[in-house]
């Protein structure tokens, strides 16, 4: 692996001189800057505003999401990234260079995973991935690409005939075939089944052990928590949060969450009784309630559901998650949107 | 295996084998046009002139003059009783009834042109069988031209069809196809050369348009012993412009399109004129002159122009440059537009 990488040194601030960066720009200051970043970004459709106002930046050798529900603008934020749409207005710089004037160069060195491509299908997919191989000046052997990704058994197929997970794969494969040192990767798990996710997010992991940039959109909170250094919350085409998954969970007042549901239901007004109580929301008949701290809280609750008469039916906490964050954000749950 | 080559080696060896591998795509570019031209070929072949029926009314001298009406190639002769061969000769059955005891009585009506001639066959053979000796020996000597049996007609219409049709389907669906499914776009994202993706869909074409050809051609004069009069150069040549002519419409048609129900119909709109006025099966020379000039004007009747020419007439390069020369237009036009407004997703 190593040996086909000389970019995974590339990236490391003991051998400046060598970064394509310092090279292209002529600005020392860059080095230490990020490899992707835009301001001001707009793209207007005639019945939504797709993209509206999006500031973004991607530190080197950093996995940075783009979280948000469907239709939020995560996949024309990415695809005006990956030079593939035409903001209205707004800068977008890679590298340090801009998609008018340095397209070529710039697709040299990118690796795009798009969320619904079909690869042909009459193809295999070693045929498939050495045709992609032959687009770039630089990279692997198709072959080593397909054992990285555990698709040499499947070498021989046709793609028509691959699994979801095994297409998927592939999708990355074709990806990452040029070498790049930024990986575009738009919603890479959505519809997998947890074995796939996790080869995924294993690929992820080991490209960014050799020097690699990721940037990628999820809907999952799980796979944002656990693969990405920093995440963006997008909604409406926007950015509402941005930073660490620690930092944004923090920024939520409780801590923890409890959901319940009570025979008669309760009402909200109950509540306010319970300490630590930061506020709740309804999802049916079950109240999810957002406290400082479970010990206080529980007990508490209890006695009110007993007082007013009612009886328990399921009861459960958790430690706030980045989902819980997006709905005291929005007021909407990520899924339901 | 092997290491991966250039972009266009490799884009176009895929587009070769996606092709290959789609069996129904096969059997149109190959087994259609043969089996259209067996089926049109067998139906039209050359047979023969048919024997004039005539009758023979029945009595004594009945059978020795059935014996010798049958000696005529151009007769066939039948007994009959004298009521049901008037009957017959009055509805057409047959041509002539020979009645009459000791010298033949004809019986026709001379307003049709084969009672007339079954007249005179009739008389000569019985005549002859009465002993009449012919003053001098005759003898026949049957005109046929090179090329201008029906087969002969038909070879080279289906072969421009076939150019056509494989040109404009094999460019513009798997383009549309491409699109459809978002790999046009996944394409453009890598540092391909957008012109290394249309140049290798059209070599590909290349390569199978000799195919196609090759085999159609041997076909054709394997089972029906069509030729090529003129200049293989020639031919081979009016192949290539027309081919390419095709595959630059069929690009133009796949340009913007963004769905196969939409090309499948654009296709069919540009297609249907041309197989219905650019003389494939018949000649055009049947429309009025008025339209002629429009008729001329499209690519098929001029690929299909220069076709016959060099296969039935031997025509040589200069006799054809009218045809190369509009086809040359015709890809230069699609081209260039096809490139302007191309979508790529």
């Not at chain 1, 990355?172 to 790049?180: F, L, Q, R, T």
């Not at chain 2, 084969?114 to 066959?121: C, G, I, L």
Request: hydrophobic share 45%.
């Amino acid at each position: 692996m190593e040996r086909r990488r000389p970019g995974g040194v590339k990236w490391s601030a003991a051998d400046p001189a060598a970064s394509g960066a310092l090279r292209l720009c002529n600005h020392p200051r860059r080095l230490t800057d990020f490899v992707v970043s835009c301001r001001e970004l707009r793209k207007y459709y005639p019945d939504v505003k797709a993209v509206d106002g999006l500031d973004l930046s991607v530190h080197r050798n950093e996995c940075f999401g783009l979280l948000g529900p469907n239709g939020a603008g995560k996949t024309t934020t990415i695809e005006i990234l990956e030079g593939l749409t035409r903001p209205d207005s707004g800068t977008v710089e890679i590298f340090g260079m801009n998609w008018r004037e340095s397209e070529r160069e710039l697709r040299e060195r990118i690796g795009i995973s798009l969320q619904e491509t079909q690869l042909n299908e009459k193809l295999t997919v070693y045929e498939t991935l050495k045709l992609f191989r032959s687009f770039y000046r630089r990279g692997p052997a198709p072959d080593d690409v397909l054992r990285e990704l555990s698709l040499d058994e499947k070498r021989n197929s046709r793609v028509g005939r691959l699994s979801g997970g095994q297409k998927q794969r592939l999708a990355v494969a074709c990806a990452i075939i040029g070498e790049p040192d930024i990986l575009f990767l738009d919603e890479p798990t959505t519809g997998l089944d947890p074995q796939s996710r996790l080869q995924l997010w294993e690929v992820v992991t080991r490209f960014r052990a050799k020097g690699g940039t990721v940037l990628l959109t999820t809907h999952y909170m799980d796979e944002a928590h656990r693969l990405c250094d920093r995440i963006g919350i997008v909604d409406h085409g926007h950015l509402i949060a941005l930073g660490t998954p620690a930092e944004l969970i923090a920024k939520l007042e409780a801590r923890n969450i409890i959901e319940f549901a009570s025979d008669p239901a309760m009402d909200a007004a109950a509540f306010e009784a319970v300490p630590g109580f930061h506020g709740c929301s309804r999802r049916g008949d079950a109240w999810s309630l957002r406290v400082d701290s479970l010990a206080g809280a529980v007990p508490a609750l209890l006695a009110i559901v007993e007082r007013n008469g009612s009886k328990l039916r399921t009861l459960s906490t958790h430690e706030a998650t980045l989902e819980d964050l997006f709905v005291s954000l929005t007021g909407r749950e990520l899924r339901d949107v | 295996m092997s290491e991966p080559r250039g972009a266009l080696y490799e884009l176009t060896v895929a587009r070769f084998k996606e092709f290959l591998r789609e069996t129904e795509a096969m059997f149109w570019v190959f087994g259609f046009p043969l089996l259209l031209t067996l089926a049109l070929g067998f139906a039209f072949r050359e047979k023969p002139p048919d024997r004039i029926p005539v009758g023979v009314a029945a009595g004594p001298k009945a059978g020795q003059r059935v014996a010798a009406l049958a000696k005529s190639p151009a007769l066939q002769p039948r007994i009959y009783e004298p009521a049901a061969g008037r009957e017959a000769l009055r509805r057409g059955k047959i041509s002539l009834f020979v009645e009459g005891d000791e010298a033949p009585v004809y019986r026709l009506d001379p307003t049709r042109p084969e009672a007339r001639t079954a007249r005179v066959e009739a008389d000569g053979a019985l005549q002859s069988a009465a002993g009449r000796r012919d003053v001098f020996a005759s003898r026949d000597e049957v005109v046929r031209e090179q090329g201008s049996r029906y087969i002969d007609f038909l070879v080279p219409g289906l072969l421009g069809m076939n150019l056509m049709s494989t040109g404009m389907w094999g460019m513009g669906f798997s383009v549309v196809n491409a699109r459809m499914k978002k790999l046009l776009k996944r394409l453009v994202a890598t540092p391909m050369r957008k012109s290394d993706y249309l140049i290798a869909q059209f070599l590909s074409r290349l390569v199978f348009l000799v195919f196609e050809v090759t085999v159609l051609v041997i076909f054709a004069w394997l089972v029906f012993g069509v030729s090529i009069h003129g200049s293989i150069v020639v031919f081979a040549l009016i192949c290539f412009v027309g081919g390419t002519a095709f595959a630059g419409l069929g690009l133009l048609i796949a340009a913007r399109v963004r769905t196969l129900e939409a090309v499948s119909g654009l296709m069919n709109l540009v297609m249907v004129p041309m197989w219905i006025c650019s003389g494939i099966f018949f000649s055009y020379e049947r429309f009025p002159e008025a339209v002629k000039p429009i008729i001329r004007a499209l690519p098929l009747t001029a690929l299909n122009d220069a076709l016959r020419g060099v296969m039935n007439d031997a025509a040589t390069l200069g006799e054809v440059l009218p045809q190369l020369a509009n086809l040359v237009v015709w890809t230069l036009v699609s081209y260039i537009v096809a490139l302007k407004v191309f979508r790529w997703q």
